[in-house]
């Protein structure tokens, strides 16, 4: 039910909004009926983690570094979300038991050094192939990048545990458990700014384990590394009891800056070992031939084992110890022991190879983890299955143009920048609504907002896709040592003025010429100095971490009331104000915000010029409490809002609503939450969406849009009724919620086959008008949905009583082609039901699912006519009380048809439809005529009736999809046909009624 929550606040409230009066929650199922929509891009993100089954070399499994964790069951055709009611979706490792493929282990956090990671909270199992889960521990952990599982003995593993990337802890270094995971035993750790990094079995010996630590850490700033002395090899052979650092021939941090280090043994022959290793001079792939005693340089070409930190990949062919495989930015192949190496996969750009897994029976059969998603071979390396069918995107904002229908966008890791329509024409999205727009892949998106074909983003390109083709703008070509960016840059339209752009590096600058000049408005606004965060710890004082002026501003925030003001927040912790657009600058930042307390995104109120708001993500200070602050006086005091939202998840994204004051929604690294009152109080609205980082939210029209890490946009269609809620709504016994204006859009105009359900399509968005309406208990009655035109004649009725729609029989078509029916329903709660825009279906003899079908969302054909745009009236009625609200139909913009012309094919459409029921009523009266009769000329006679009646149906149900097909009015010859047809259907009537007389 939706239960209201009344909270009275302990301190005053100014007399604004009702909304910020009393806080108010509803419960915590208070919208489950509404769902989130993924449109896409399916272009995979960076995937840490891979693991397969030998004896089912058709199955995989991959985690995303946030994006969960998916199966393929078909060599990588397909891949399949198993993590998605998960409270984390940050994946950095995957085991599965050798000894039992249905036994999965599975590790957050990412384990990557990076300045978009993502942390985790523990260690997770699953028994039964990934249909549940099970946490099991080391949630302090943060970062698990590898496990390892006896190859006989499911219950005991090893977990290499990287720990805090911002700050030390305890709770980092090498584990092991005895007991499936019940328990953990620390049984290597050095100290707390050195983690576990890799693990590995001797494949002859599990009483033989070896492992990595990595000393490193992230900065509170970007691109900020520290590196210490606790890197090594180590080696233990009585099952982790004891441990010996491996060192003989390699690099130590105090002569060479010995860094990451990945290890493996070739299956075949245990003697074997491979270690990529970073360092300053004397990196490179390293052998041992006799088990890690000791080491020497089989190939220091920096290219095969280039970006180590970020890779560290090595593996071993499992029959043949000469054939040793590496990943870096592309995969690199040697056949003679690591002493020669060639590319067997990769591309320009750097694909980034994180890891490889190797099929033990069937060596031919790989599996490699990629920052561009997840892909498999079957012929050794000859031909790879795809990443375009992954929706793993990484994206790090999120905008919307002014197109019909509008494009999401933003910048994709790894992989460039995508638009993708918010619904296709084609009932489904696929590869073809989406395209690149010349953005690098950290940036931001701003399409202008008079001409969608124009895009502007990064740092800075001016796209225009009518030619497809980037111009470069930025500000300063040559940066200089006055001018600092950082991969992700704010840039953004003005809401007041639509000819002015706004980009930020460590100034503010301003265009109203397309970027064809630009002018700076601010000085540097980031901190001249600082003092360095508690949490840089033993690595204070270093070179890399001395103060210097490194911020930029990371957020911009225009006013949308007044062209002058103008609100940005810093990377290093800074909020500033300016009220003359921007010839003078006040600091306004709130007092508990320190150095590198990153303002990742503000946004100023839709109403109030005083008004603004502030998401800070402190996950750089090891922080990982939302943060989010208020501020109603400019900025001279500010209120922390995070009541409702649970530590473990920093927040990157708060956005007012801009149609009700006081509703905001806020991005975490976890999820969504919405709050009714202004932030005083916050609730999720998760809903159906998968565990990720949402990097960015906004308001198009009536949808929140969301910008995720690691799953791509997402869509909440329809928030209406989060707009409309109260108290009073939530205390009467029914309410009907008024409903978004419409559009009348043609849900799939593909005319020919359609693409096989395997092939990867986002949701569109409902076939019709989503009505809302609240039951506070179960209706008695049956419960009714009926639309009336303008002159109040009823168009549709839906009853609760209504039985769903049956599959067609006779069908030659599979099951998975039908949309599933939709019965309103009694039970208390909100709900849900989508009205198609369309009277009643004709009486047609042959009913049918188009060629243009969409797997699992089909309806059957044809449908009603098409109703017209205006104004019409919905009306609910429950237990014998109705209310009424008003409902607006649009037509698509695209349509250039005049009202006339639509108002032609209306009539000519409900007349067809009149006359289809005329021929089927008599065709059944006929029917009846015929088992009833037992004159043997009577049935002559009406058998030939039946036969025109049948031919007259099909005519006039050809006649009548004709007219329906497009939105346009009809043409003569269908007019003077529909005339023929209507004569000769008055005829036969005619012989009908004769017939009867006599």
Known sequence: MLLVTLIALSVGTPPSAASQATPETYASDAFDEMRWRMIGPFRGGRTKAAAGIPSQPNVFYIGVVNGGVWRTTDFGHTWDPLFDDQPTGSIGAIAVAPSDPNIIYVGSGEGLQRPDLSTGDGIYKSTDAGRTWTHLGLRDGQQIPQIIIDPV????????????????????????????????????YTDQDTGGIDLIFDPTNAQTVYAVLWEARQAPWENGVFNGPGSGIFKSTDGGDTWRPLTEGLPTFEDDGLGRIGITVAPSDRMRMFATVEARQNGGLYRSDDAGESWYVINDDPRIIQRSSDFAEVKVHPQNPDIVFTGSIVVWKSTDGGRTFMTPRGAPGGDDYHRIWINPIHPEIMLIATDQGAIVTVNDGETWSSWYNQPTAQMYHVTA??????????????????????????????????????????????????????????????????????????????????????????????????????????TLWKTRNGGQSWDQISPDLSRETWDVPEVVGKYRGTPSAEP??????????PSYVDINTIWVGTDDGLIHVTRDGGAAWTDVTPPGL?????????????????????AINTLRLDDLQPHIYRTRDGGSTWVHITDGIPDGGPVNVVREDPQRPGLLFAGTEQTVYVSFDDGERWQPLRLNLPATSIRDLIIKDDDVVIGTHGRGFWILDDITPLRQINSDIVASDAHLFEPQQVW????????????????????????????????????????????????????????????????????????YWPRP???????????????????????????RYPISAVAYNTPVSPVGPSVLPG????????????????????????VQTSMADLQRQFALSTRLHGLLG????????????????????????AAALESSLRLLNGNLGTLYGIVEGADVGPTQQVVEAAGGAERALRDTLARWQALERR
């Open 153 to 188: 003995d499911s219950d005991r593993l090893f977990v290499a545990v990287l720990g805090h990337p911002y700050g030390p802890n305890e709770e980092r270094g090498i584990f092991r458990s005895m007991d499936g995971g019940q328990s953990f035993q620390k049984v290597l």
């Open 401 to 506: 143009d002014n197109a019909f229908p509008y494009r999401v966008c933003s910048g994709q890791q790894e992989s460039g920048s995508a638009c993708v329509k918010s619904r296709s024409d084609f009932g489904a999205i696929t590869y073809r609504d989406w395209t690149p727009v010349g953005v690098t892949e950290y940036g931001y998106v701003a399409p202008d907002p008079l001409d969608p074909d124009i895009v502007y983003g990064g740092r800075v390109t001016r796209f225009d896709r009518r030619t497809w083709q980037r111009q470069d703008i930025t500000p300063k070509p040559l940066r200089g040592q006055s001018y600092r960016v950082v991969r992700t840059m704010p840039i953004l339209f003005s809401p007041v003025d639509p000819h002015t752009l706004y980009f930020a590096s460590n």
């Open 548 to 557: 210097s002026r490194r911020g930029v501003i990371y957020t911009i925030a």
């Open 594 to 614: 320190g150095p590198w307390a990153k303002v990742s995104l503000m946004d100023a109120s839709h109403t109030d010029v005083d008004t603004a708001y502030a």
């Open 744 to 815: 009348r859009f043609r849900w799939n105009k593909y005319t020919d086959t359609p693409p096989p359900p395997e092939e990867p399509a986002g949701e569109n968005p409902p076939d019709g008008a989503i009505l809302h309406y609240y039951l506070a208990g179960e209706a008695h009655d049956p419960v009714t949905l009926e639309i009336l035109n303008a002159q109040g004649v009823l168009v549709r009725r839906y009853s609760s009583d209504d039985q769903p729609e049956p599959l067609l029989e006779g069908q030659n078509v599979p099951d």
């Open 821 to 847: 029916p939709q019965v309103l329903s009694t039970d208390a709660g909100l709900h849900r039901f989508v009205w198609d825009m369309h009277y009643p279906r004709p009486a047609v003899l042959r009913l």
């Open 871 to 894: 104004r019409y009236t919905v009306r609910l009625t429950v237990d014998g009380r109705s209310q009424t609200q008003p409902l607006v139909v649009k037509m698509d913009p695209r």
């Open 918 to 941: 005329q021929d089927f009523d008599a065709l059944e009266e006929v029917r009846t005529f015929r088992a009833d009769t037992r004159n043997s000329d009577l049935d002559a006679e």
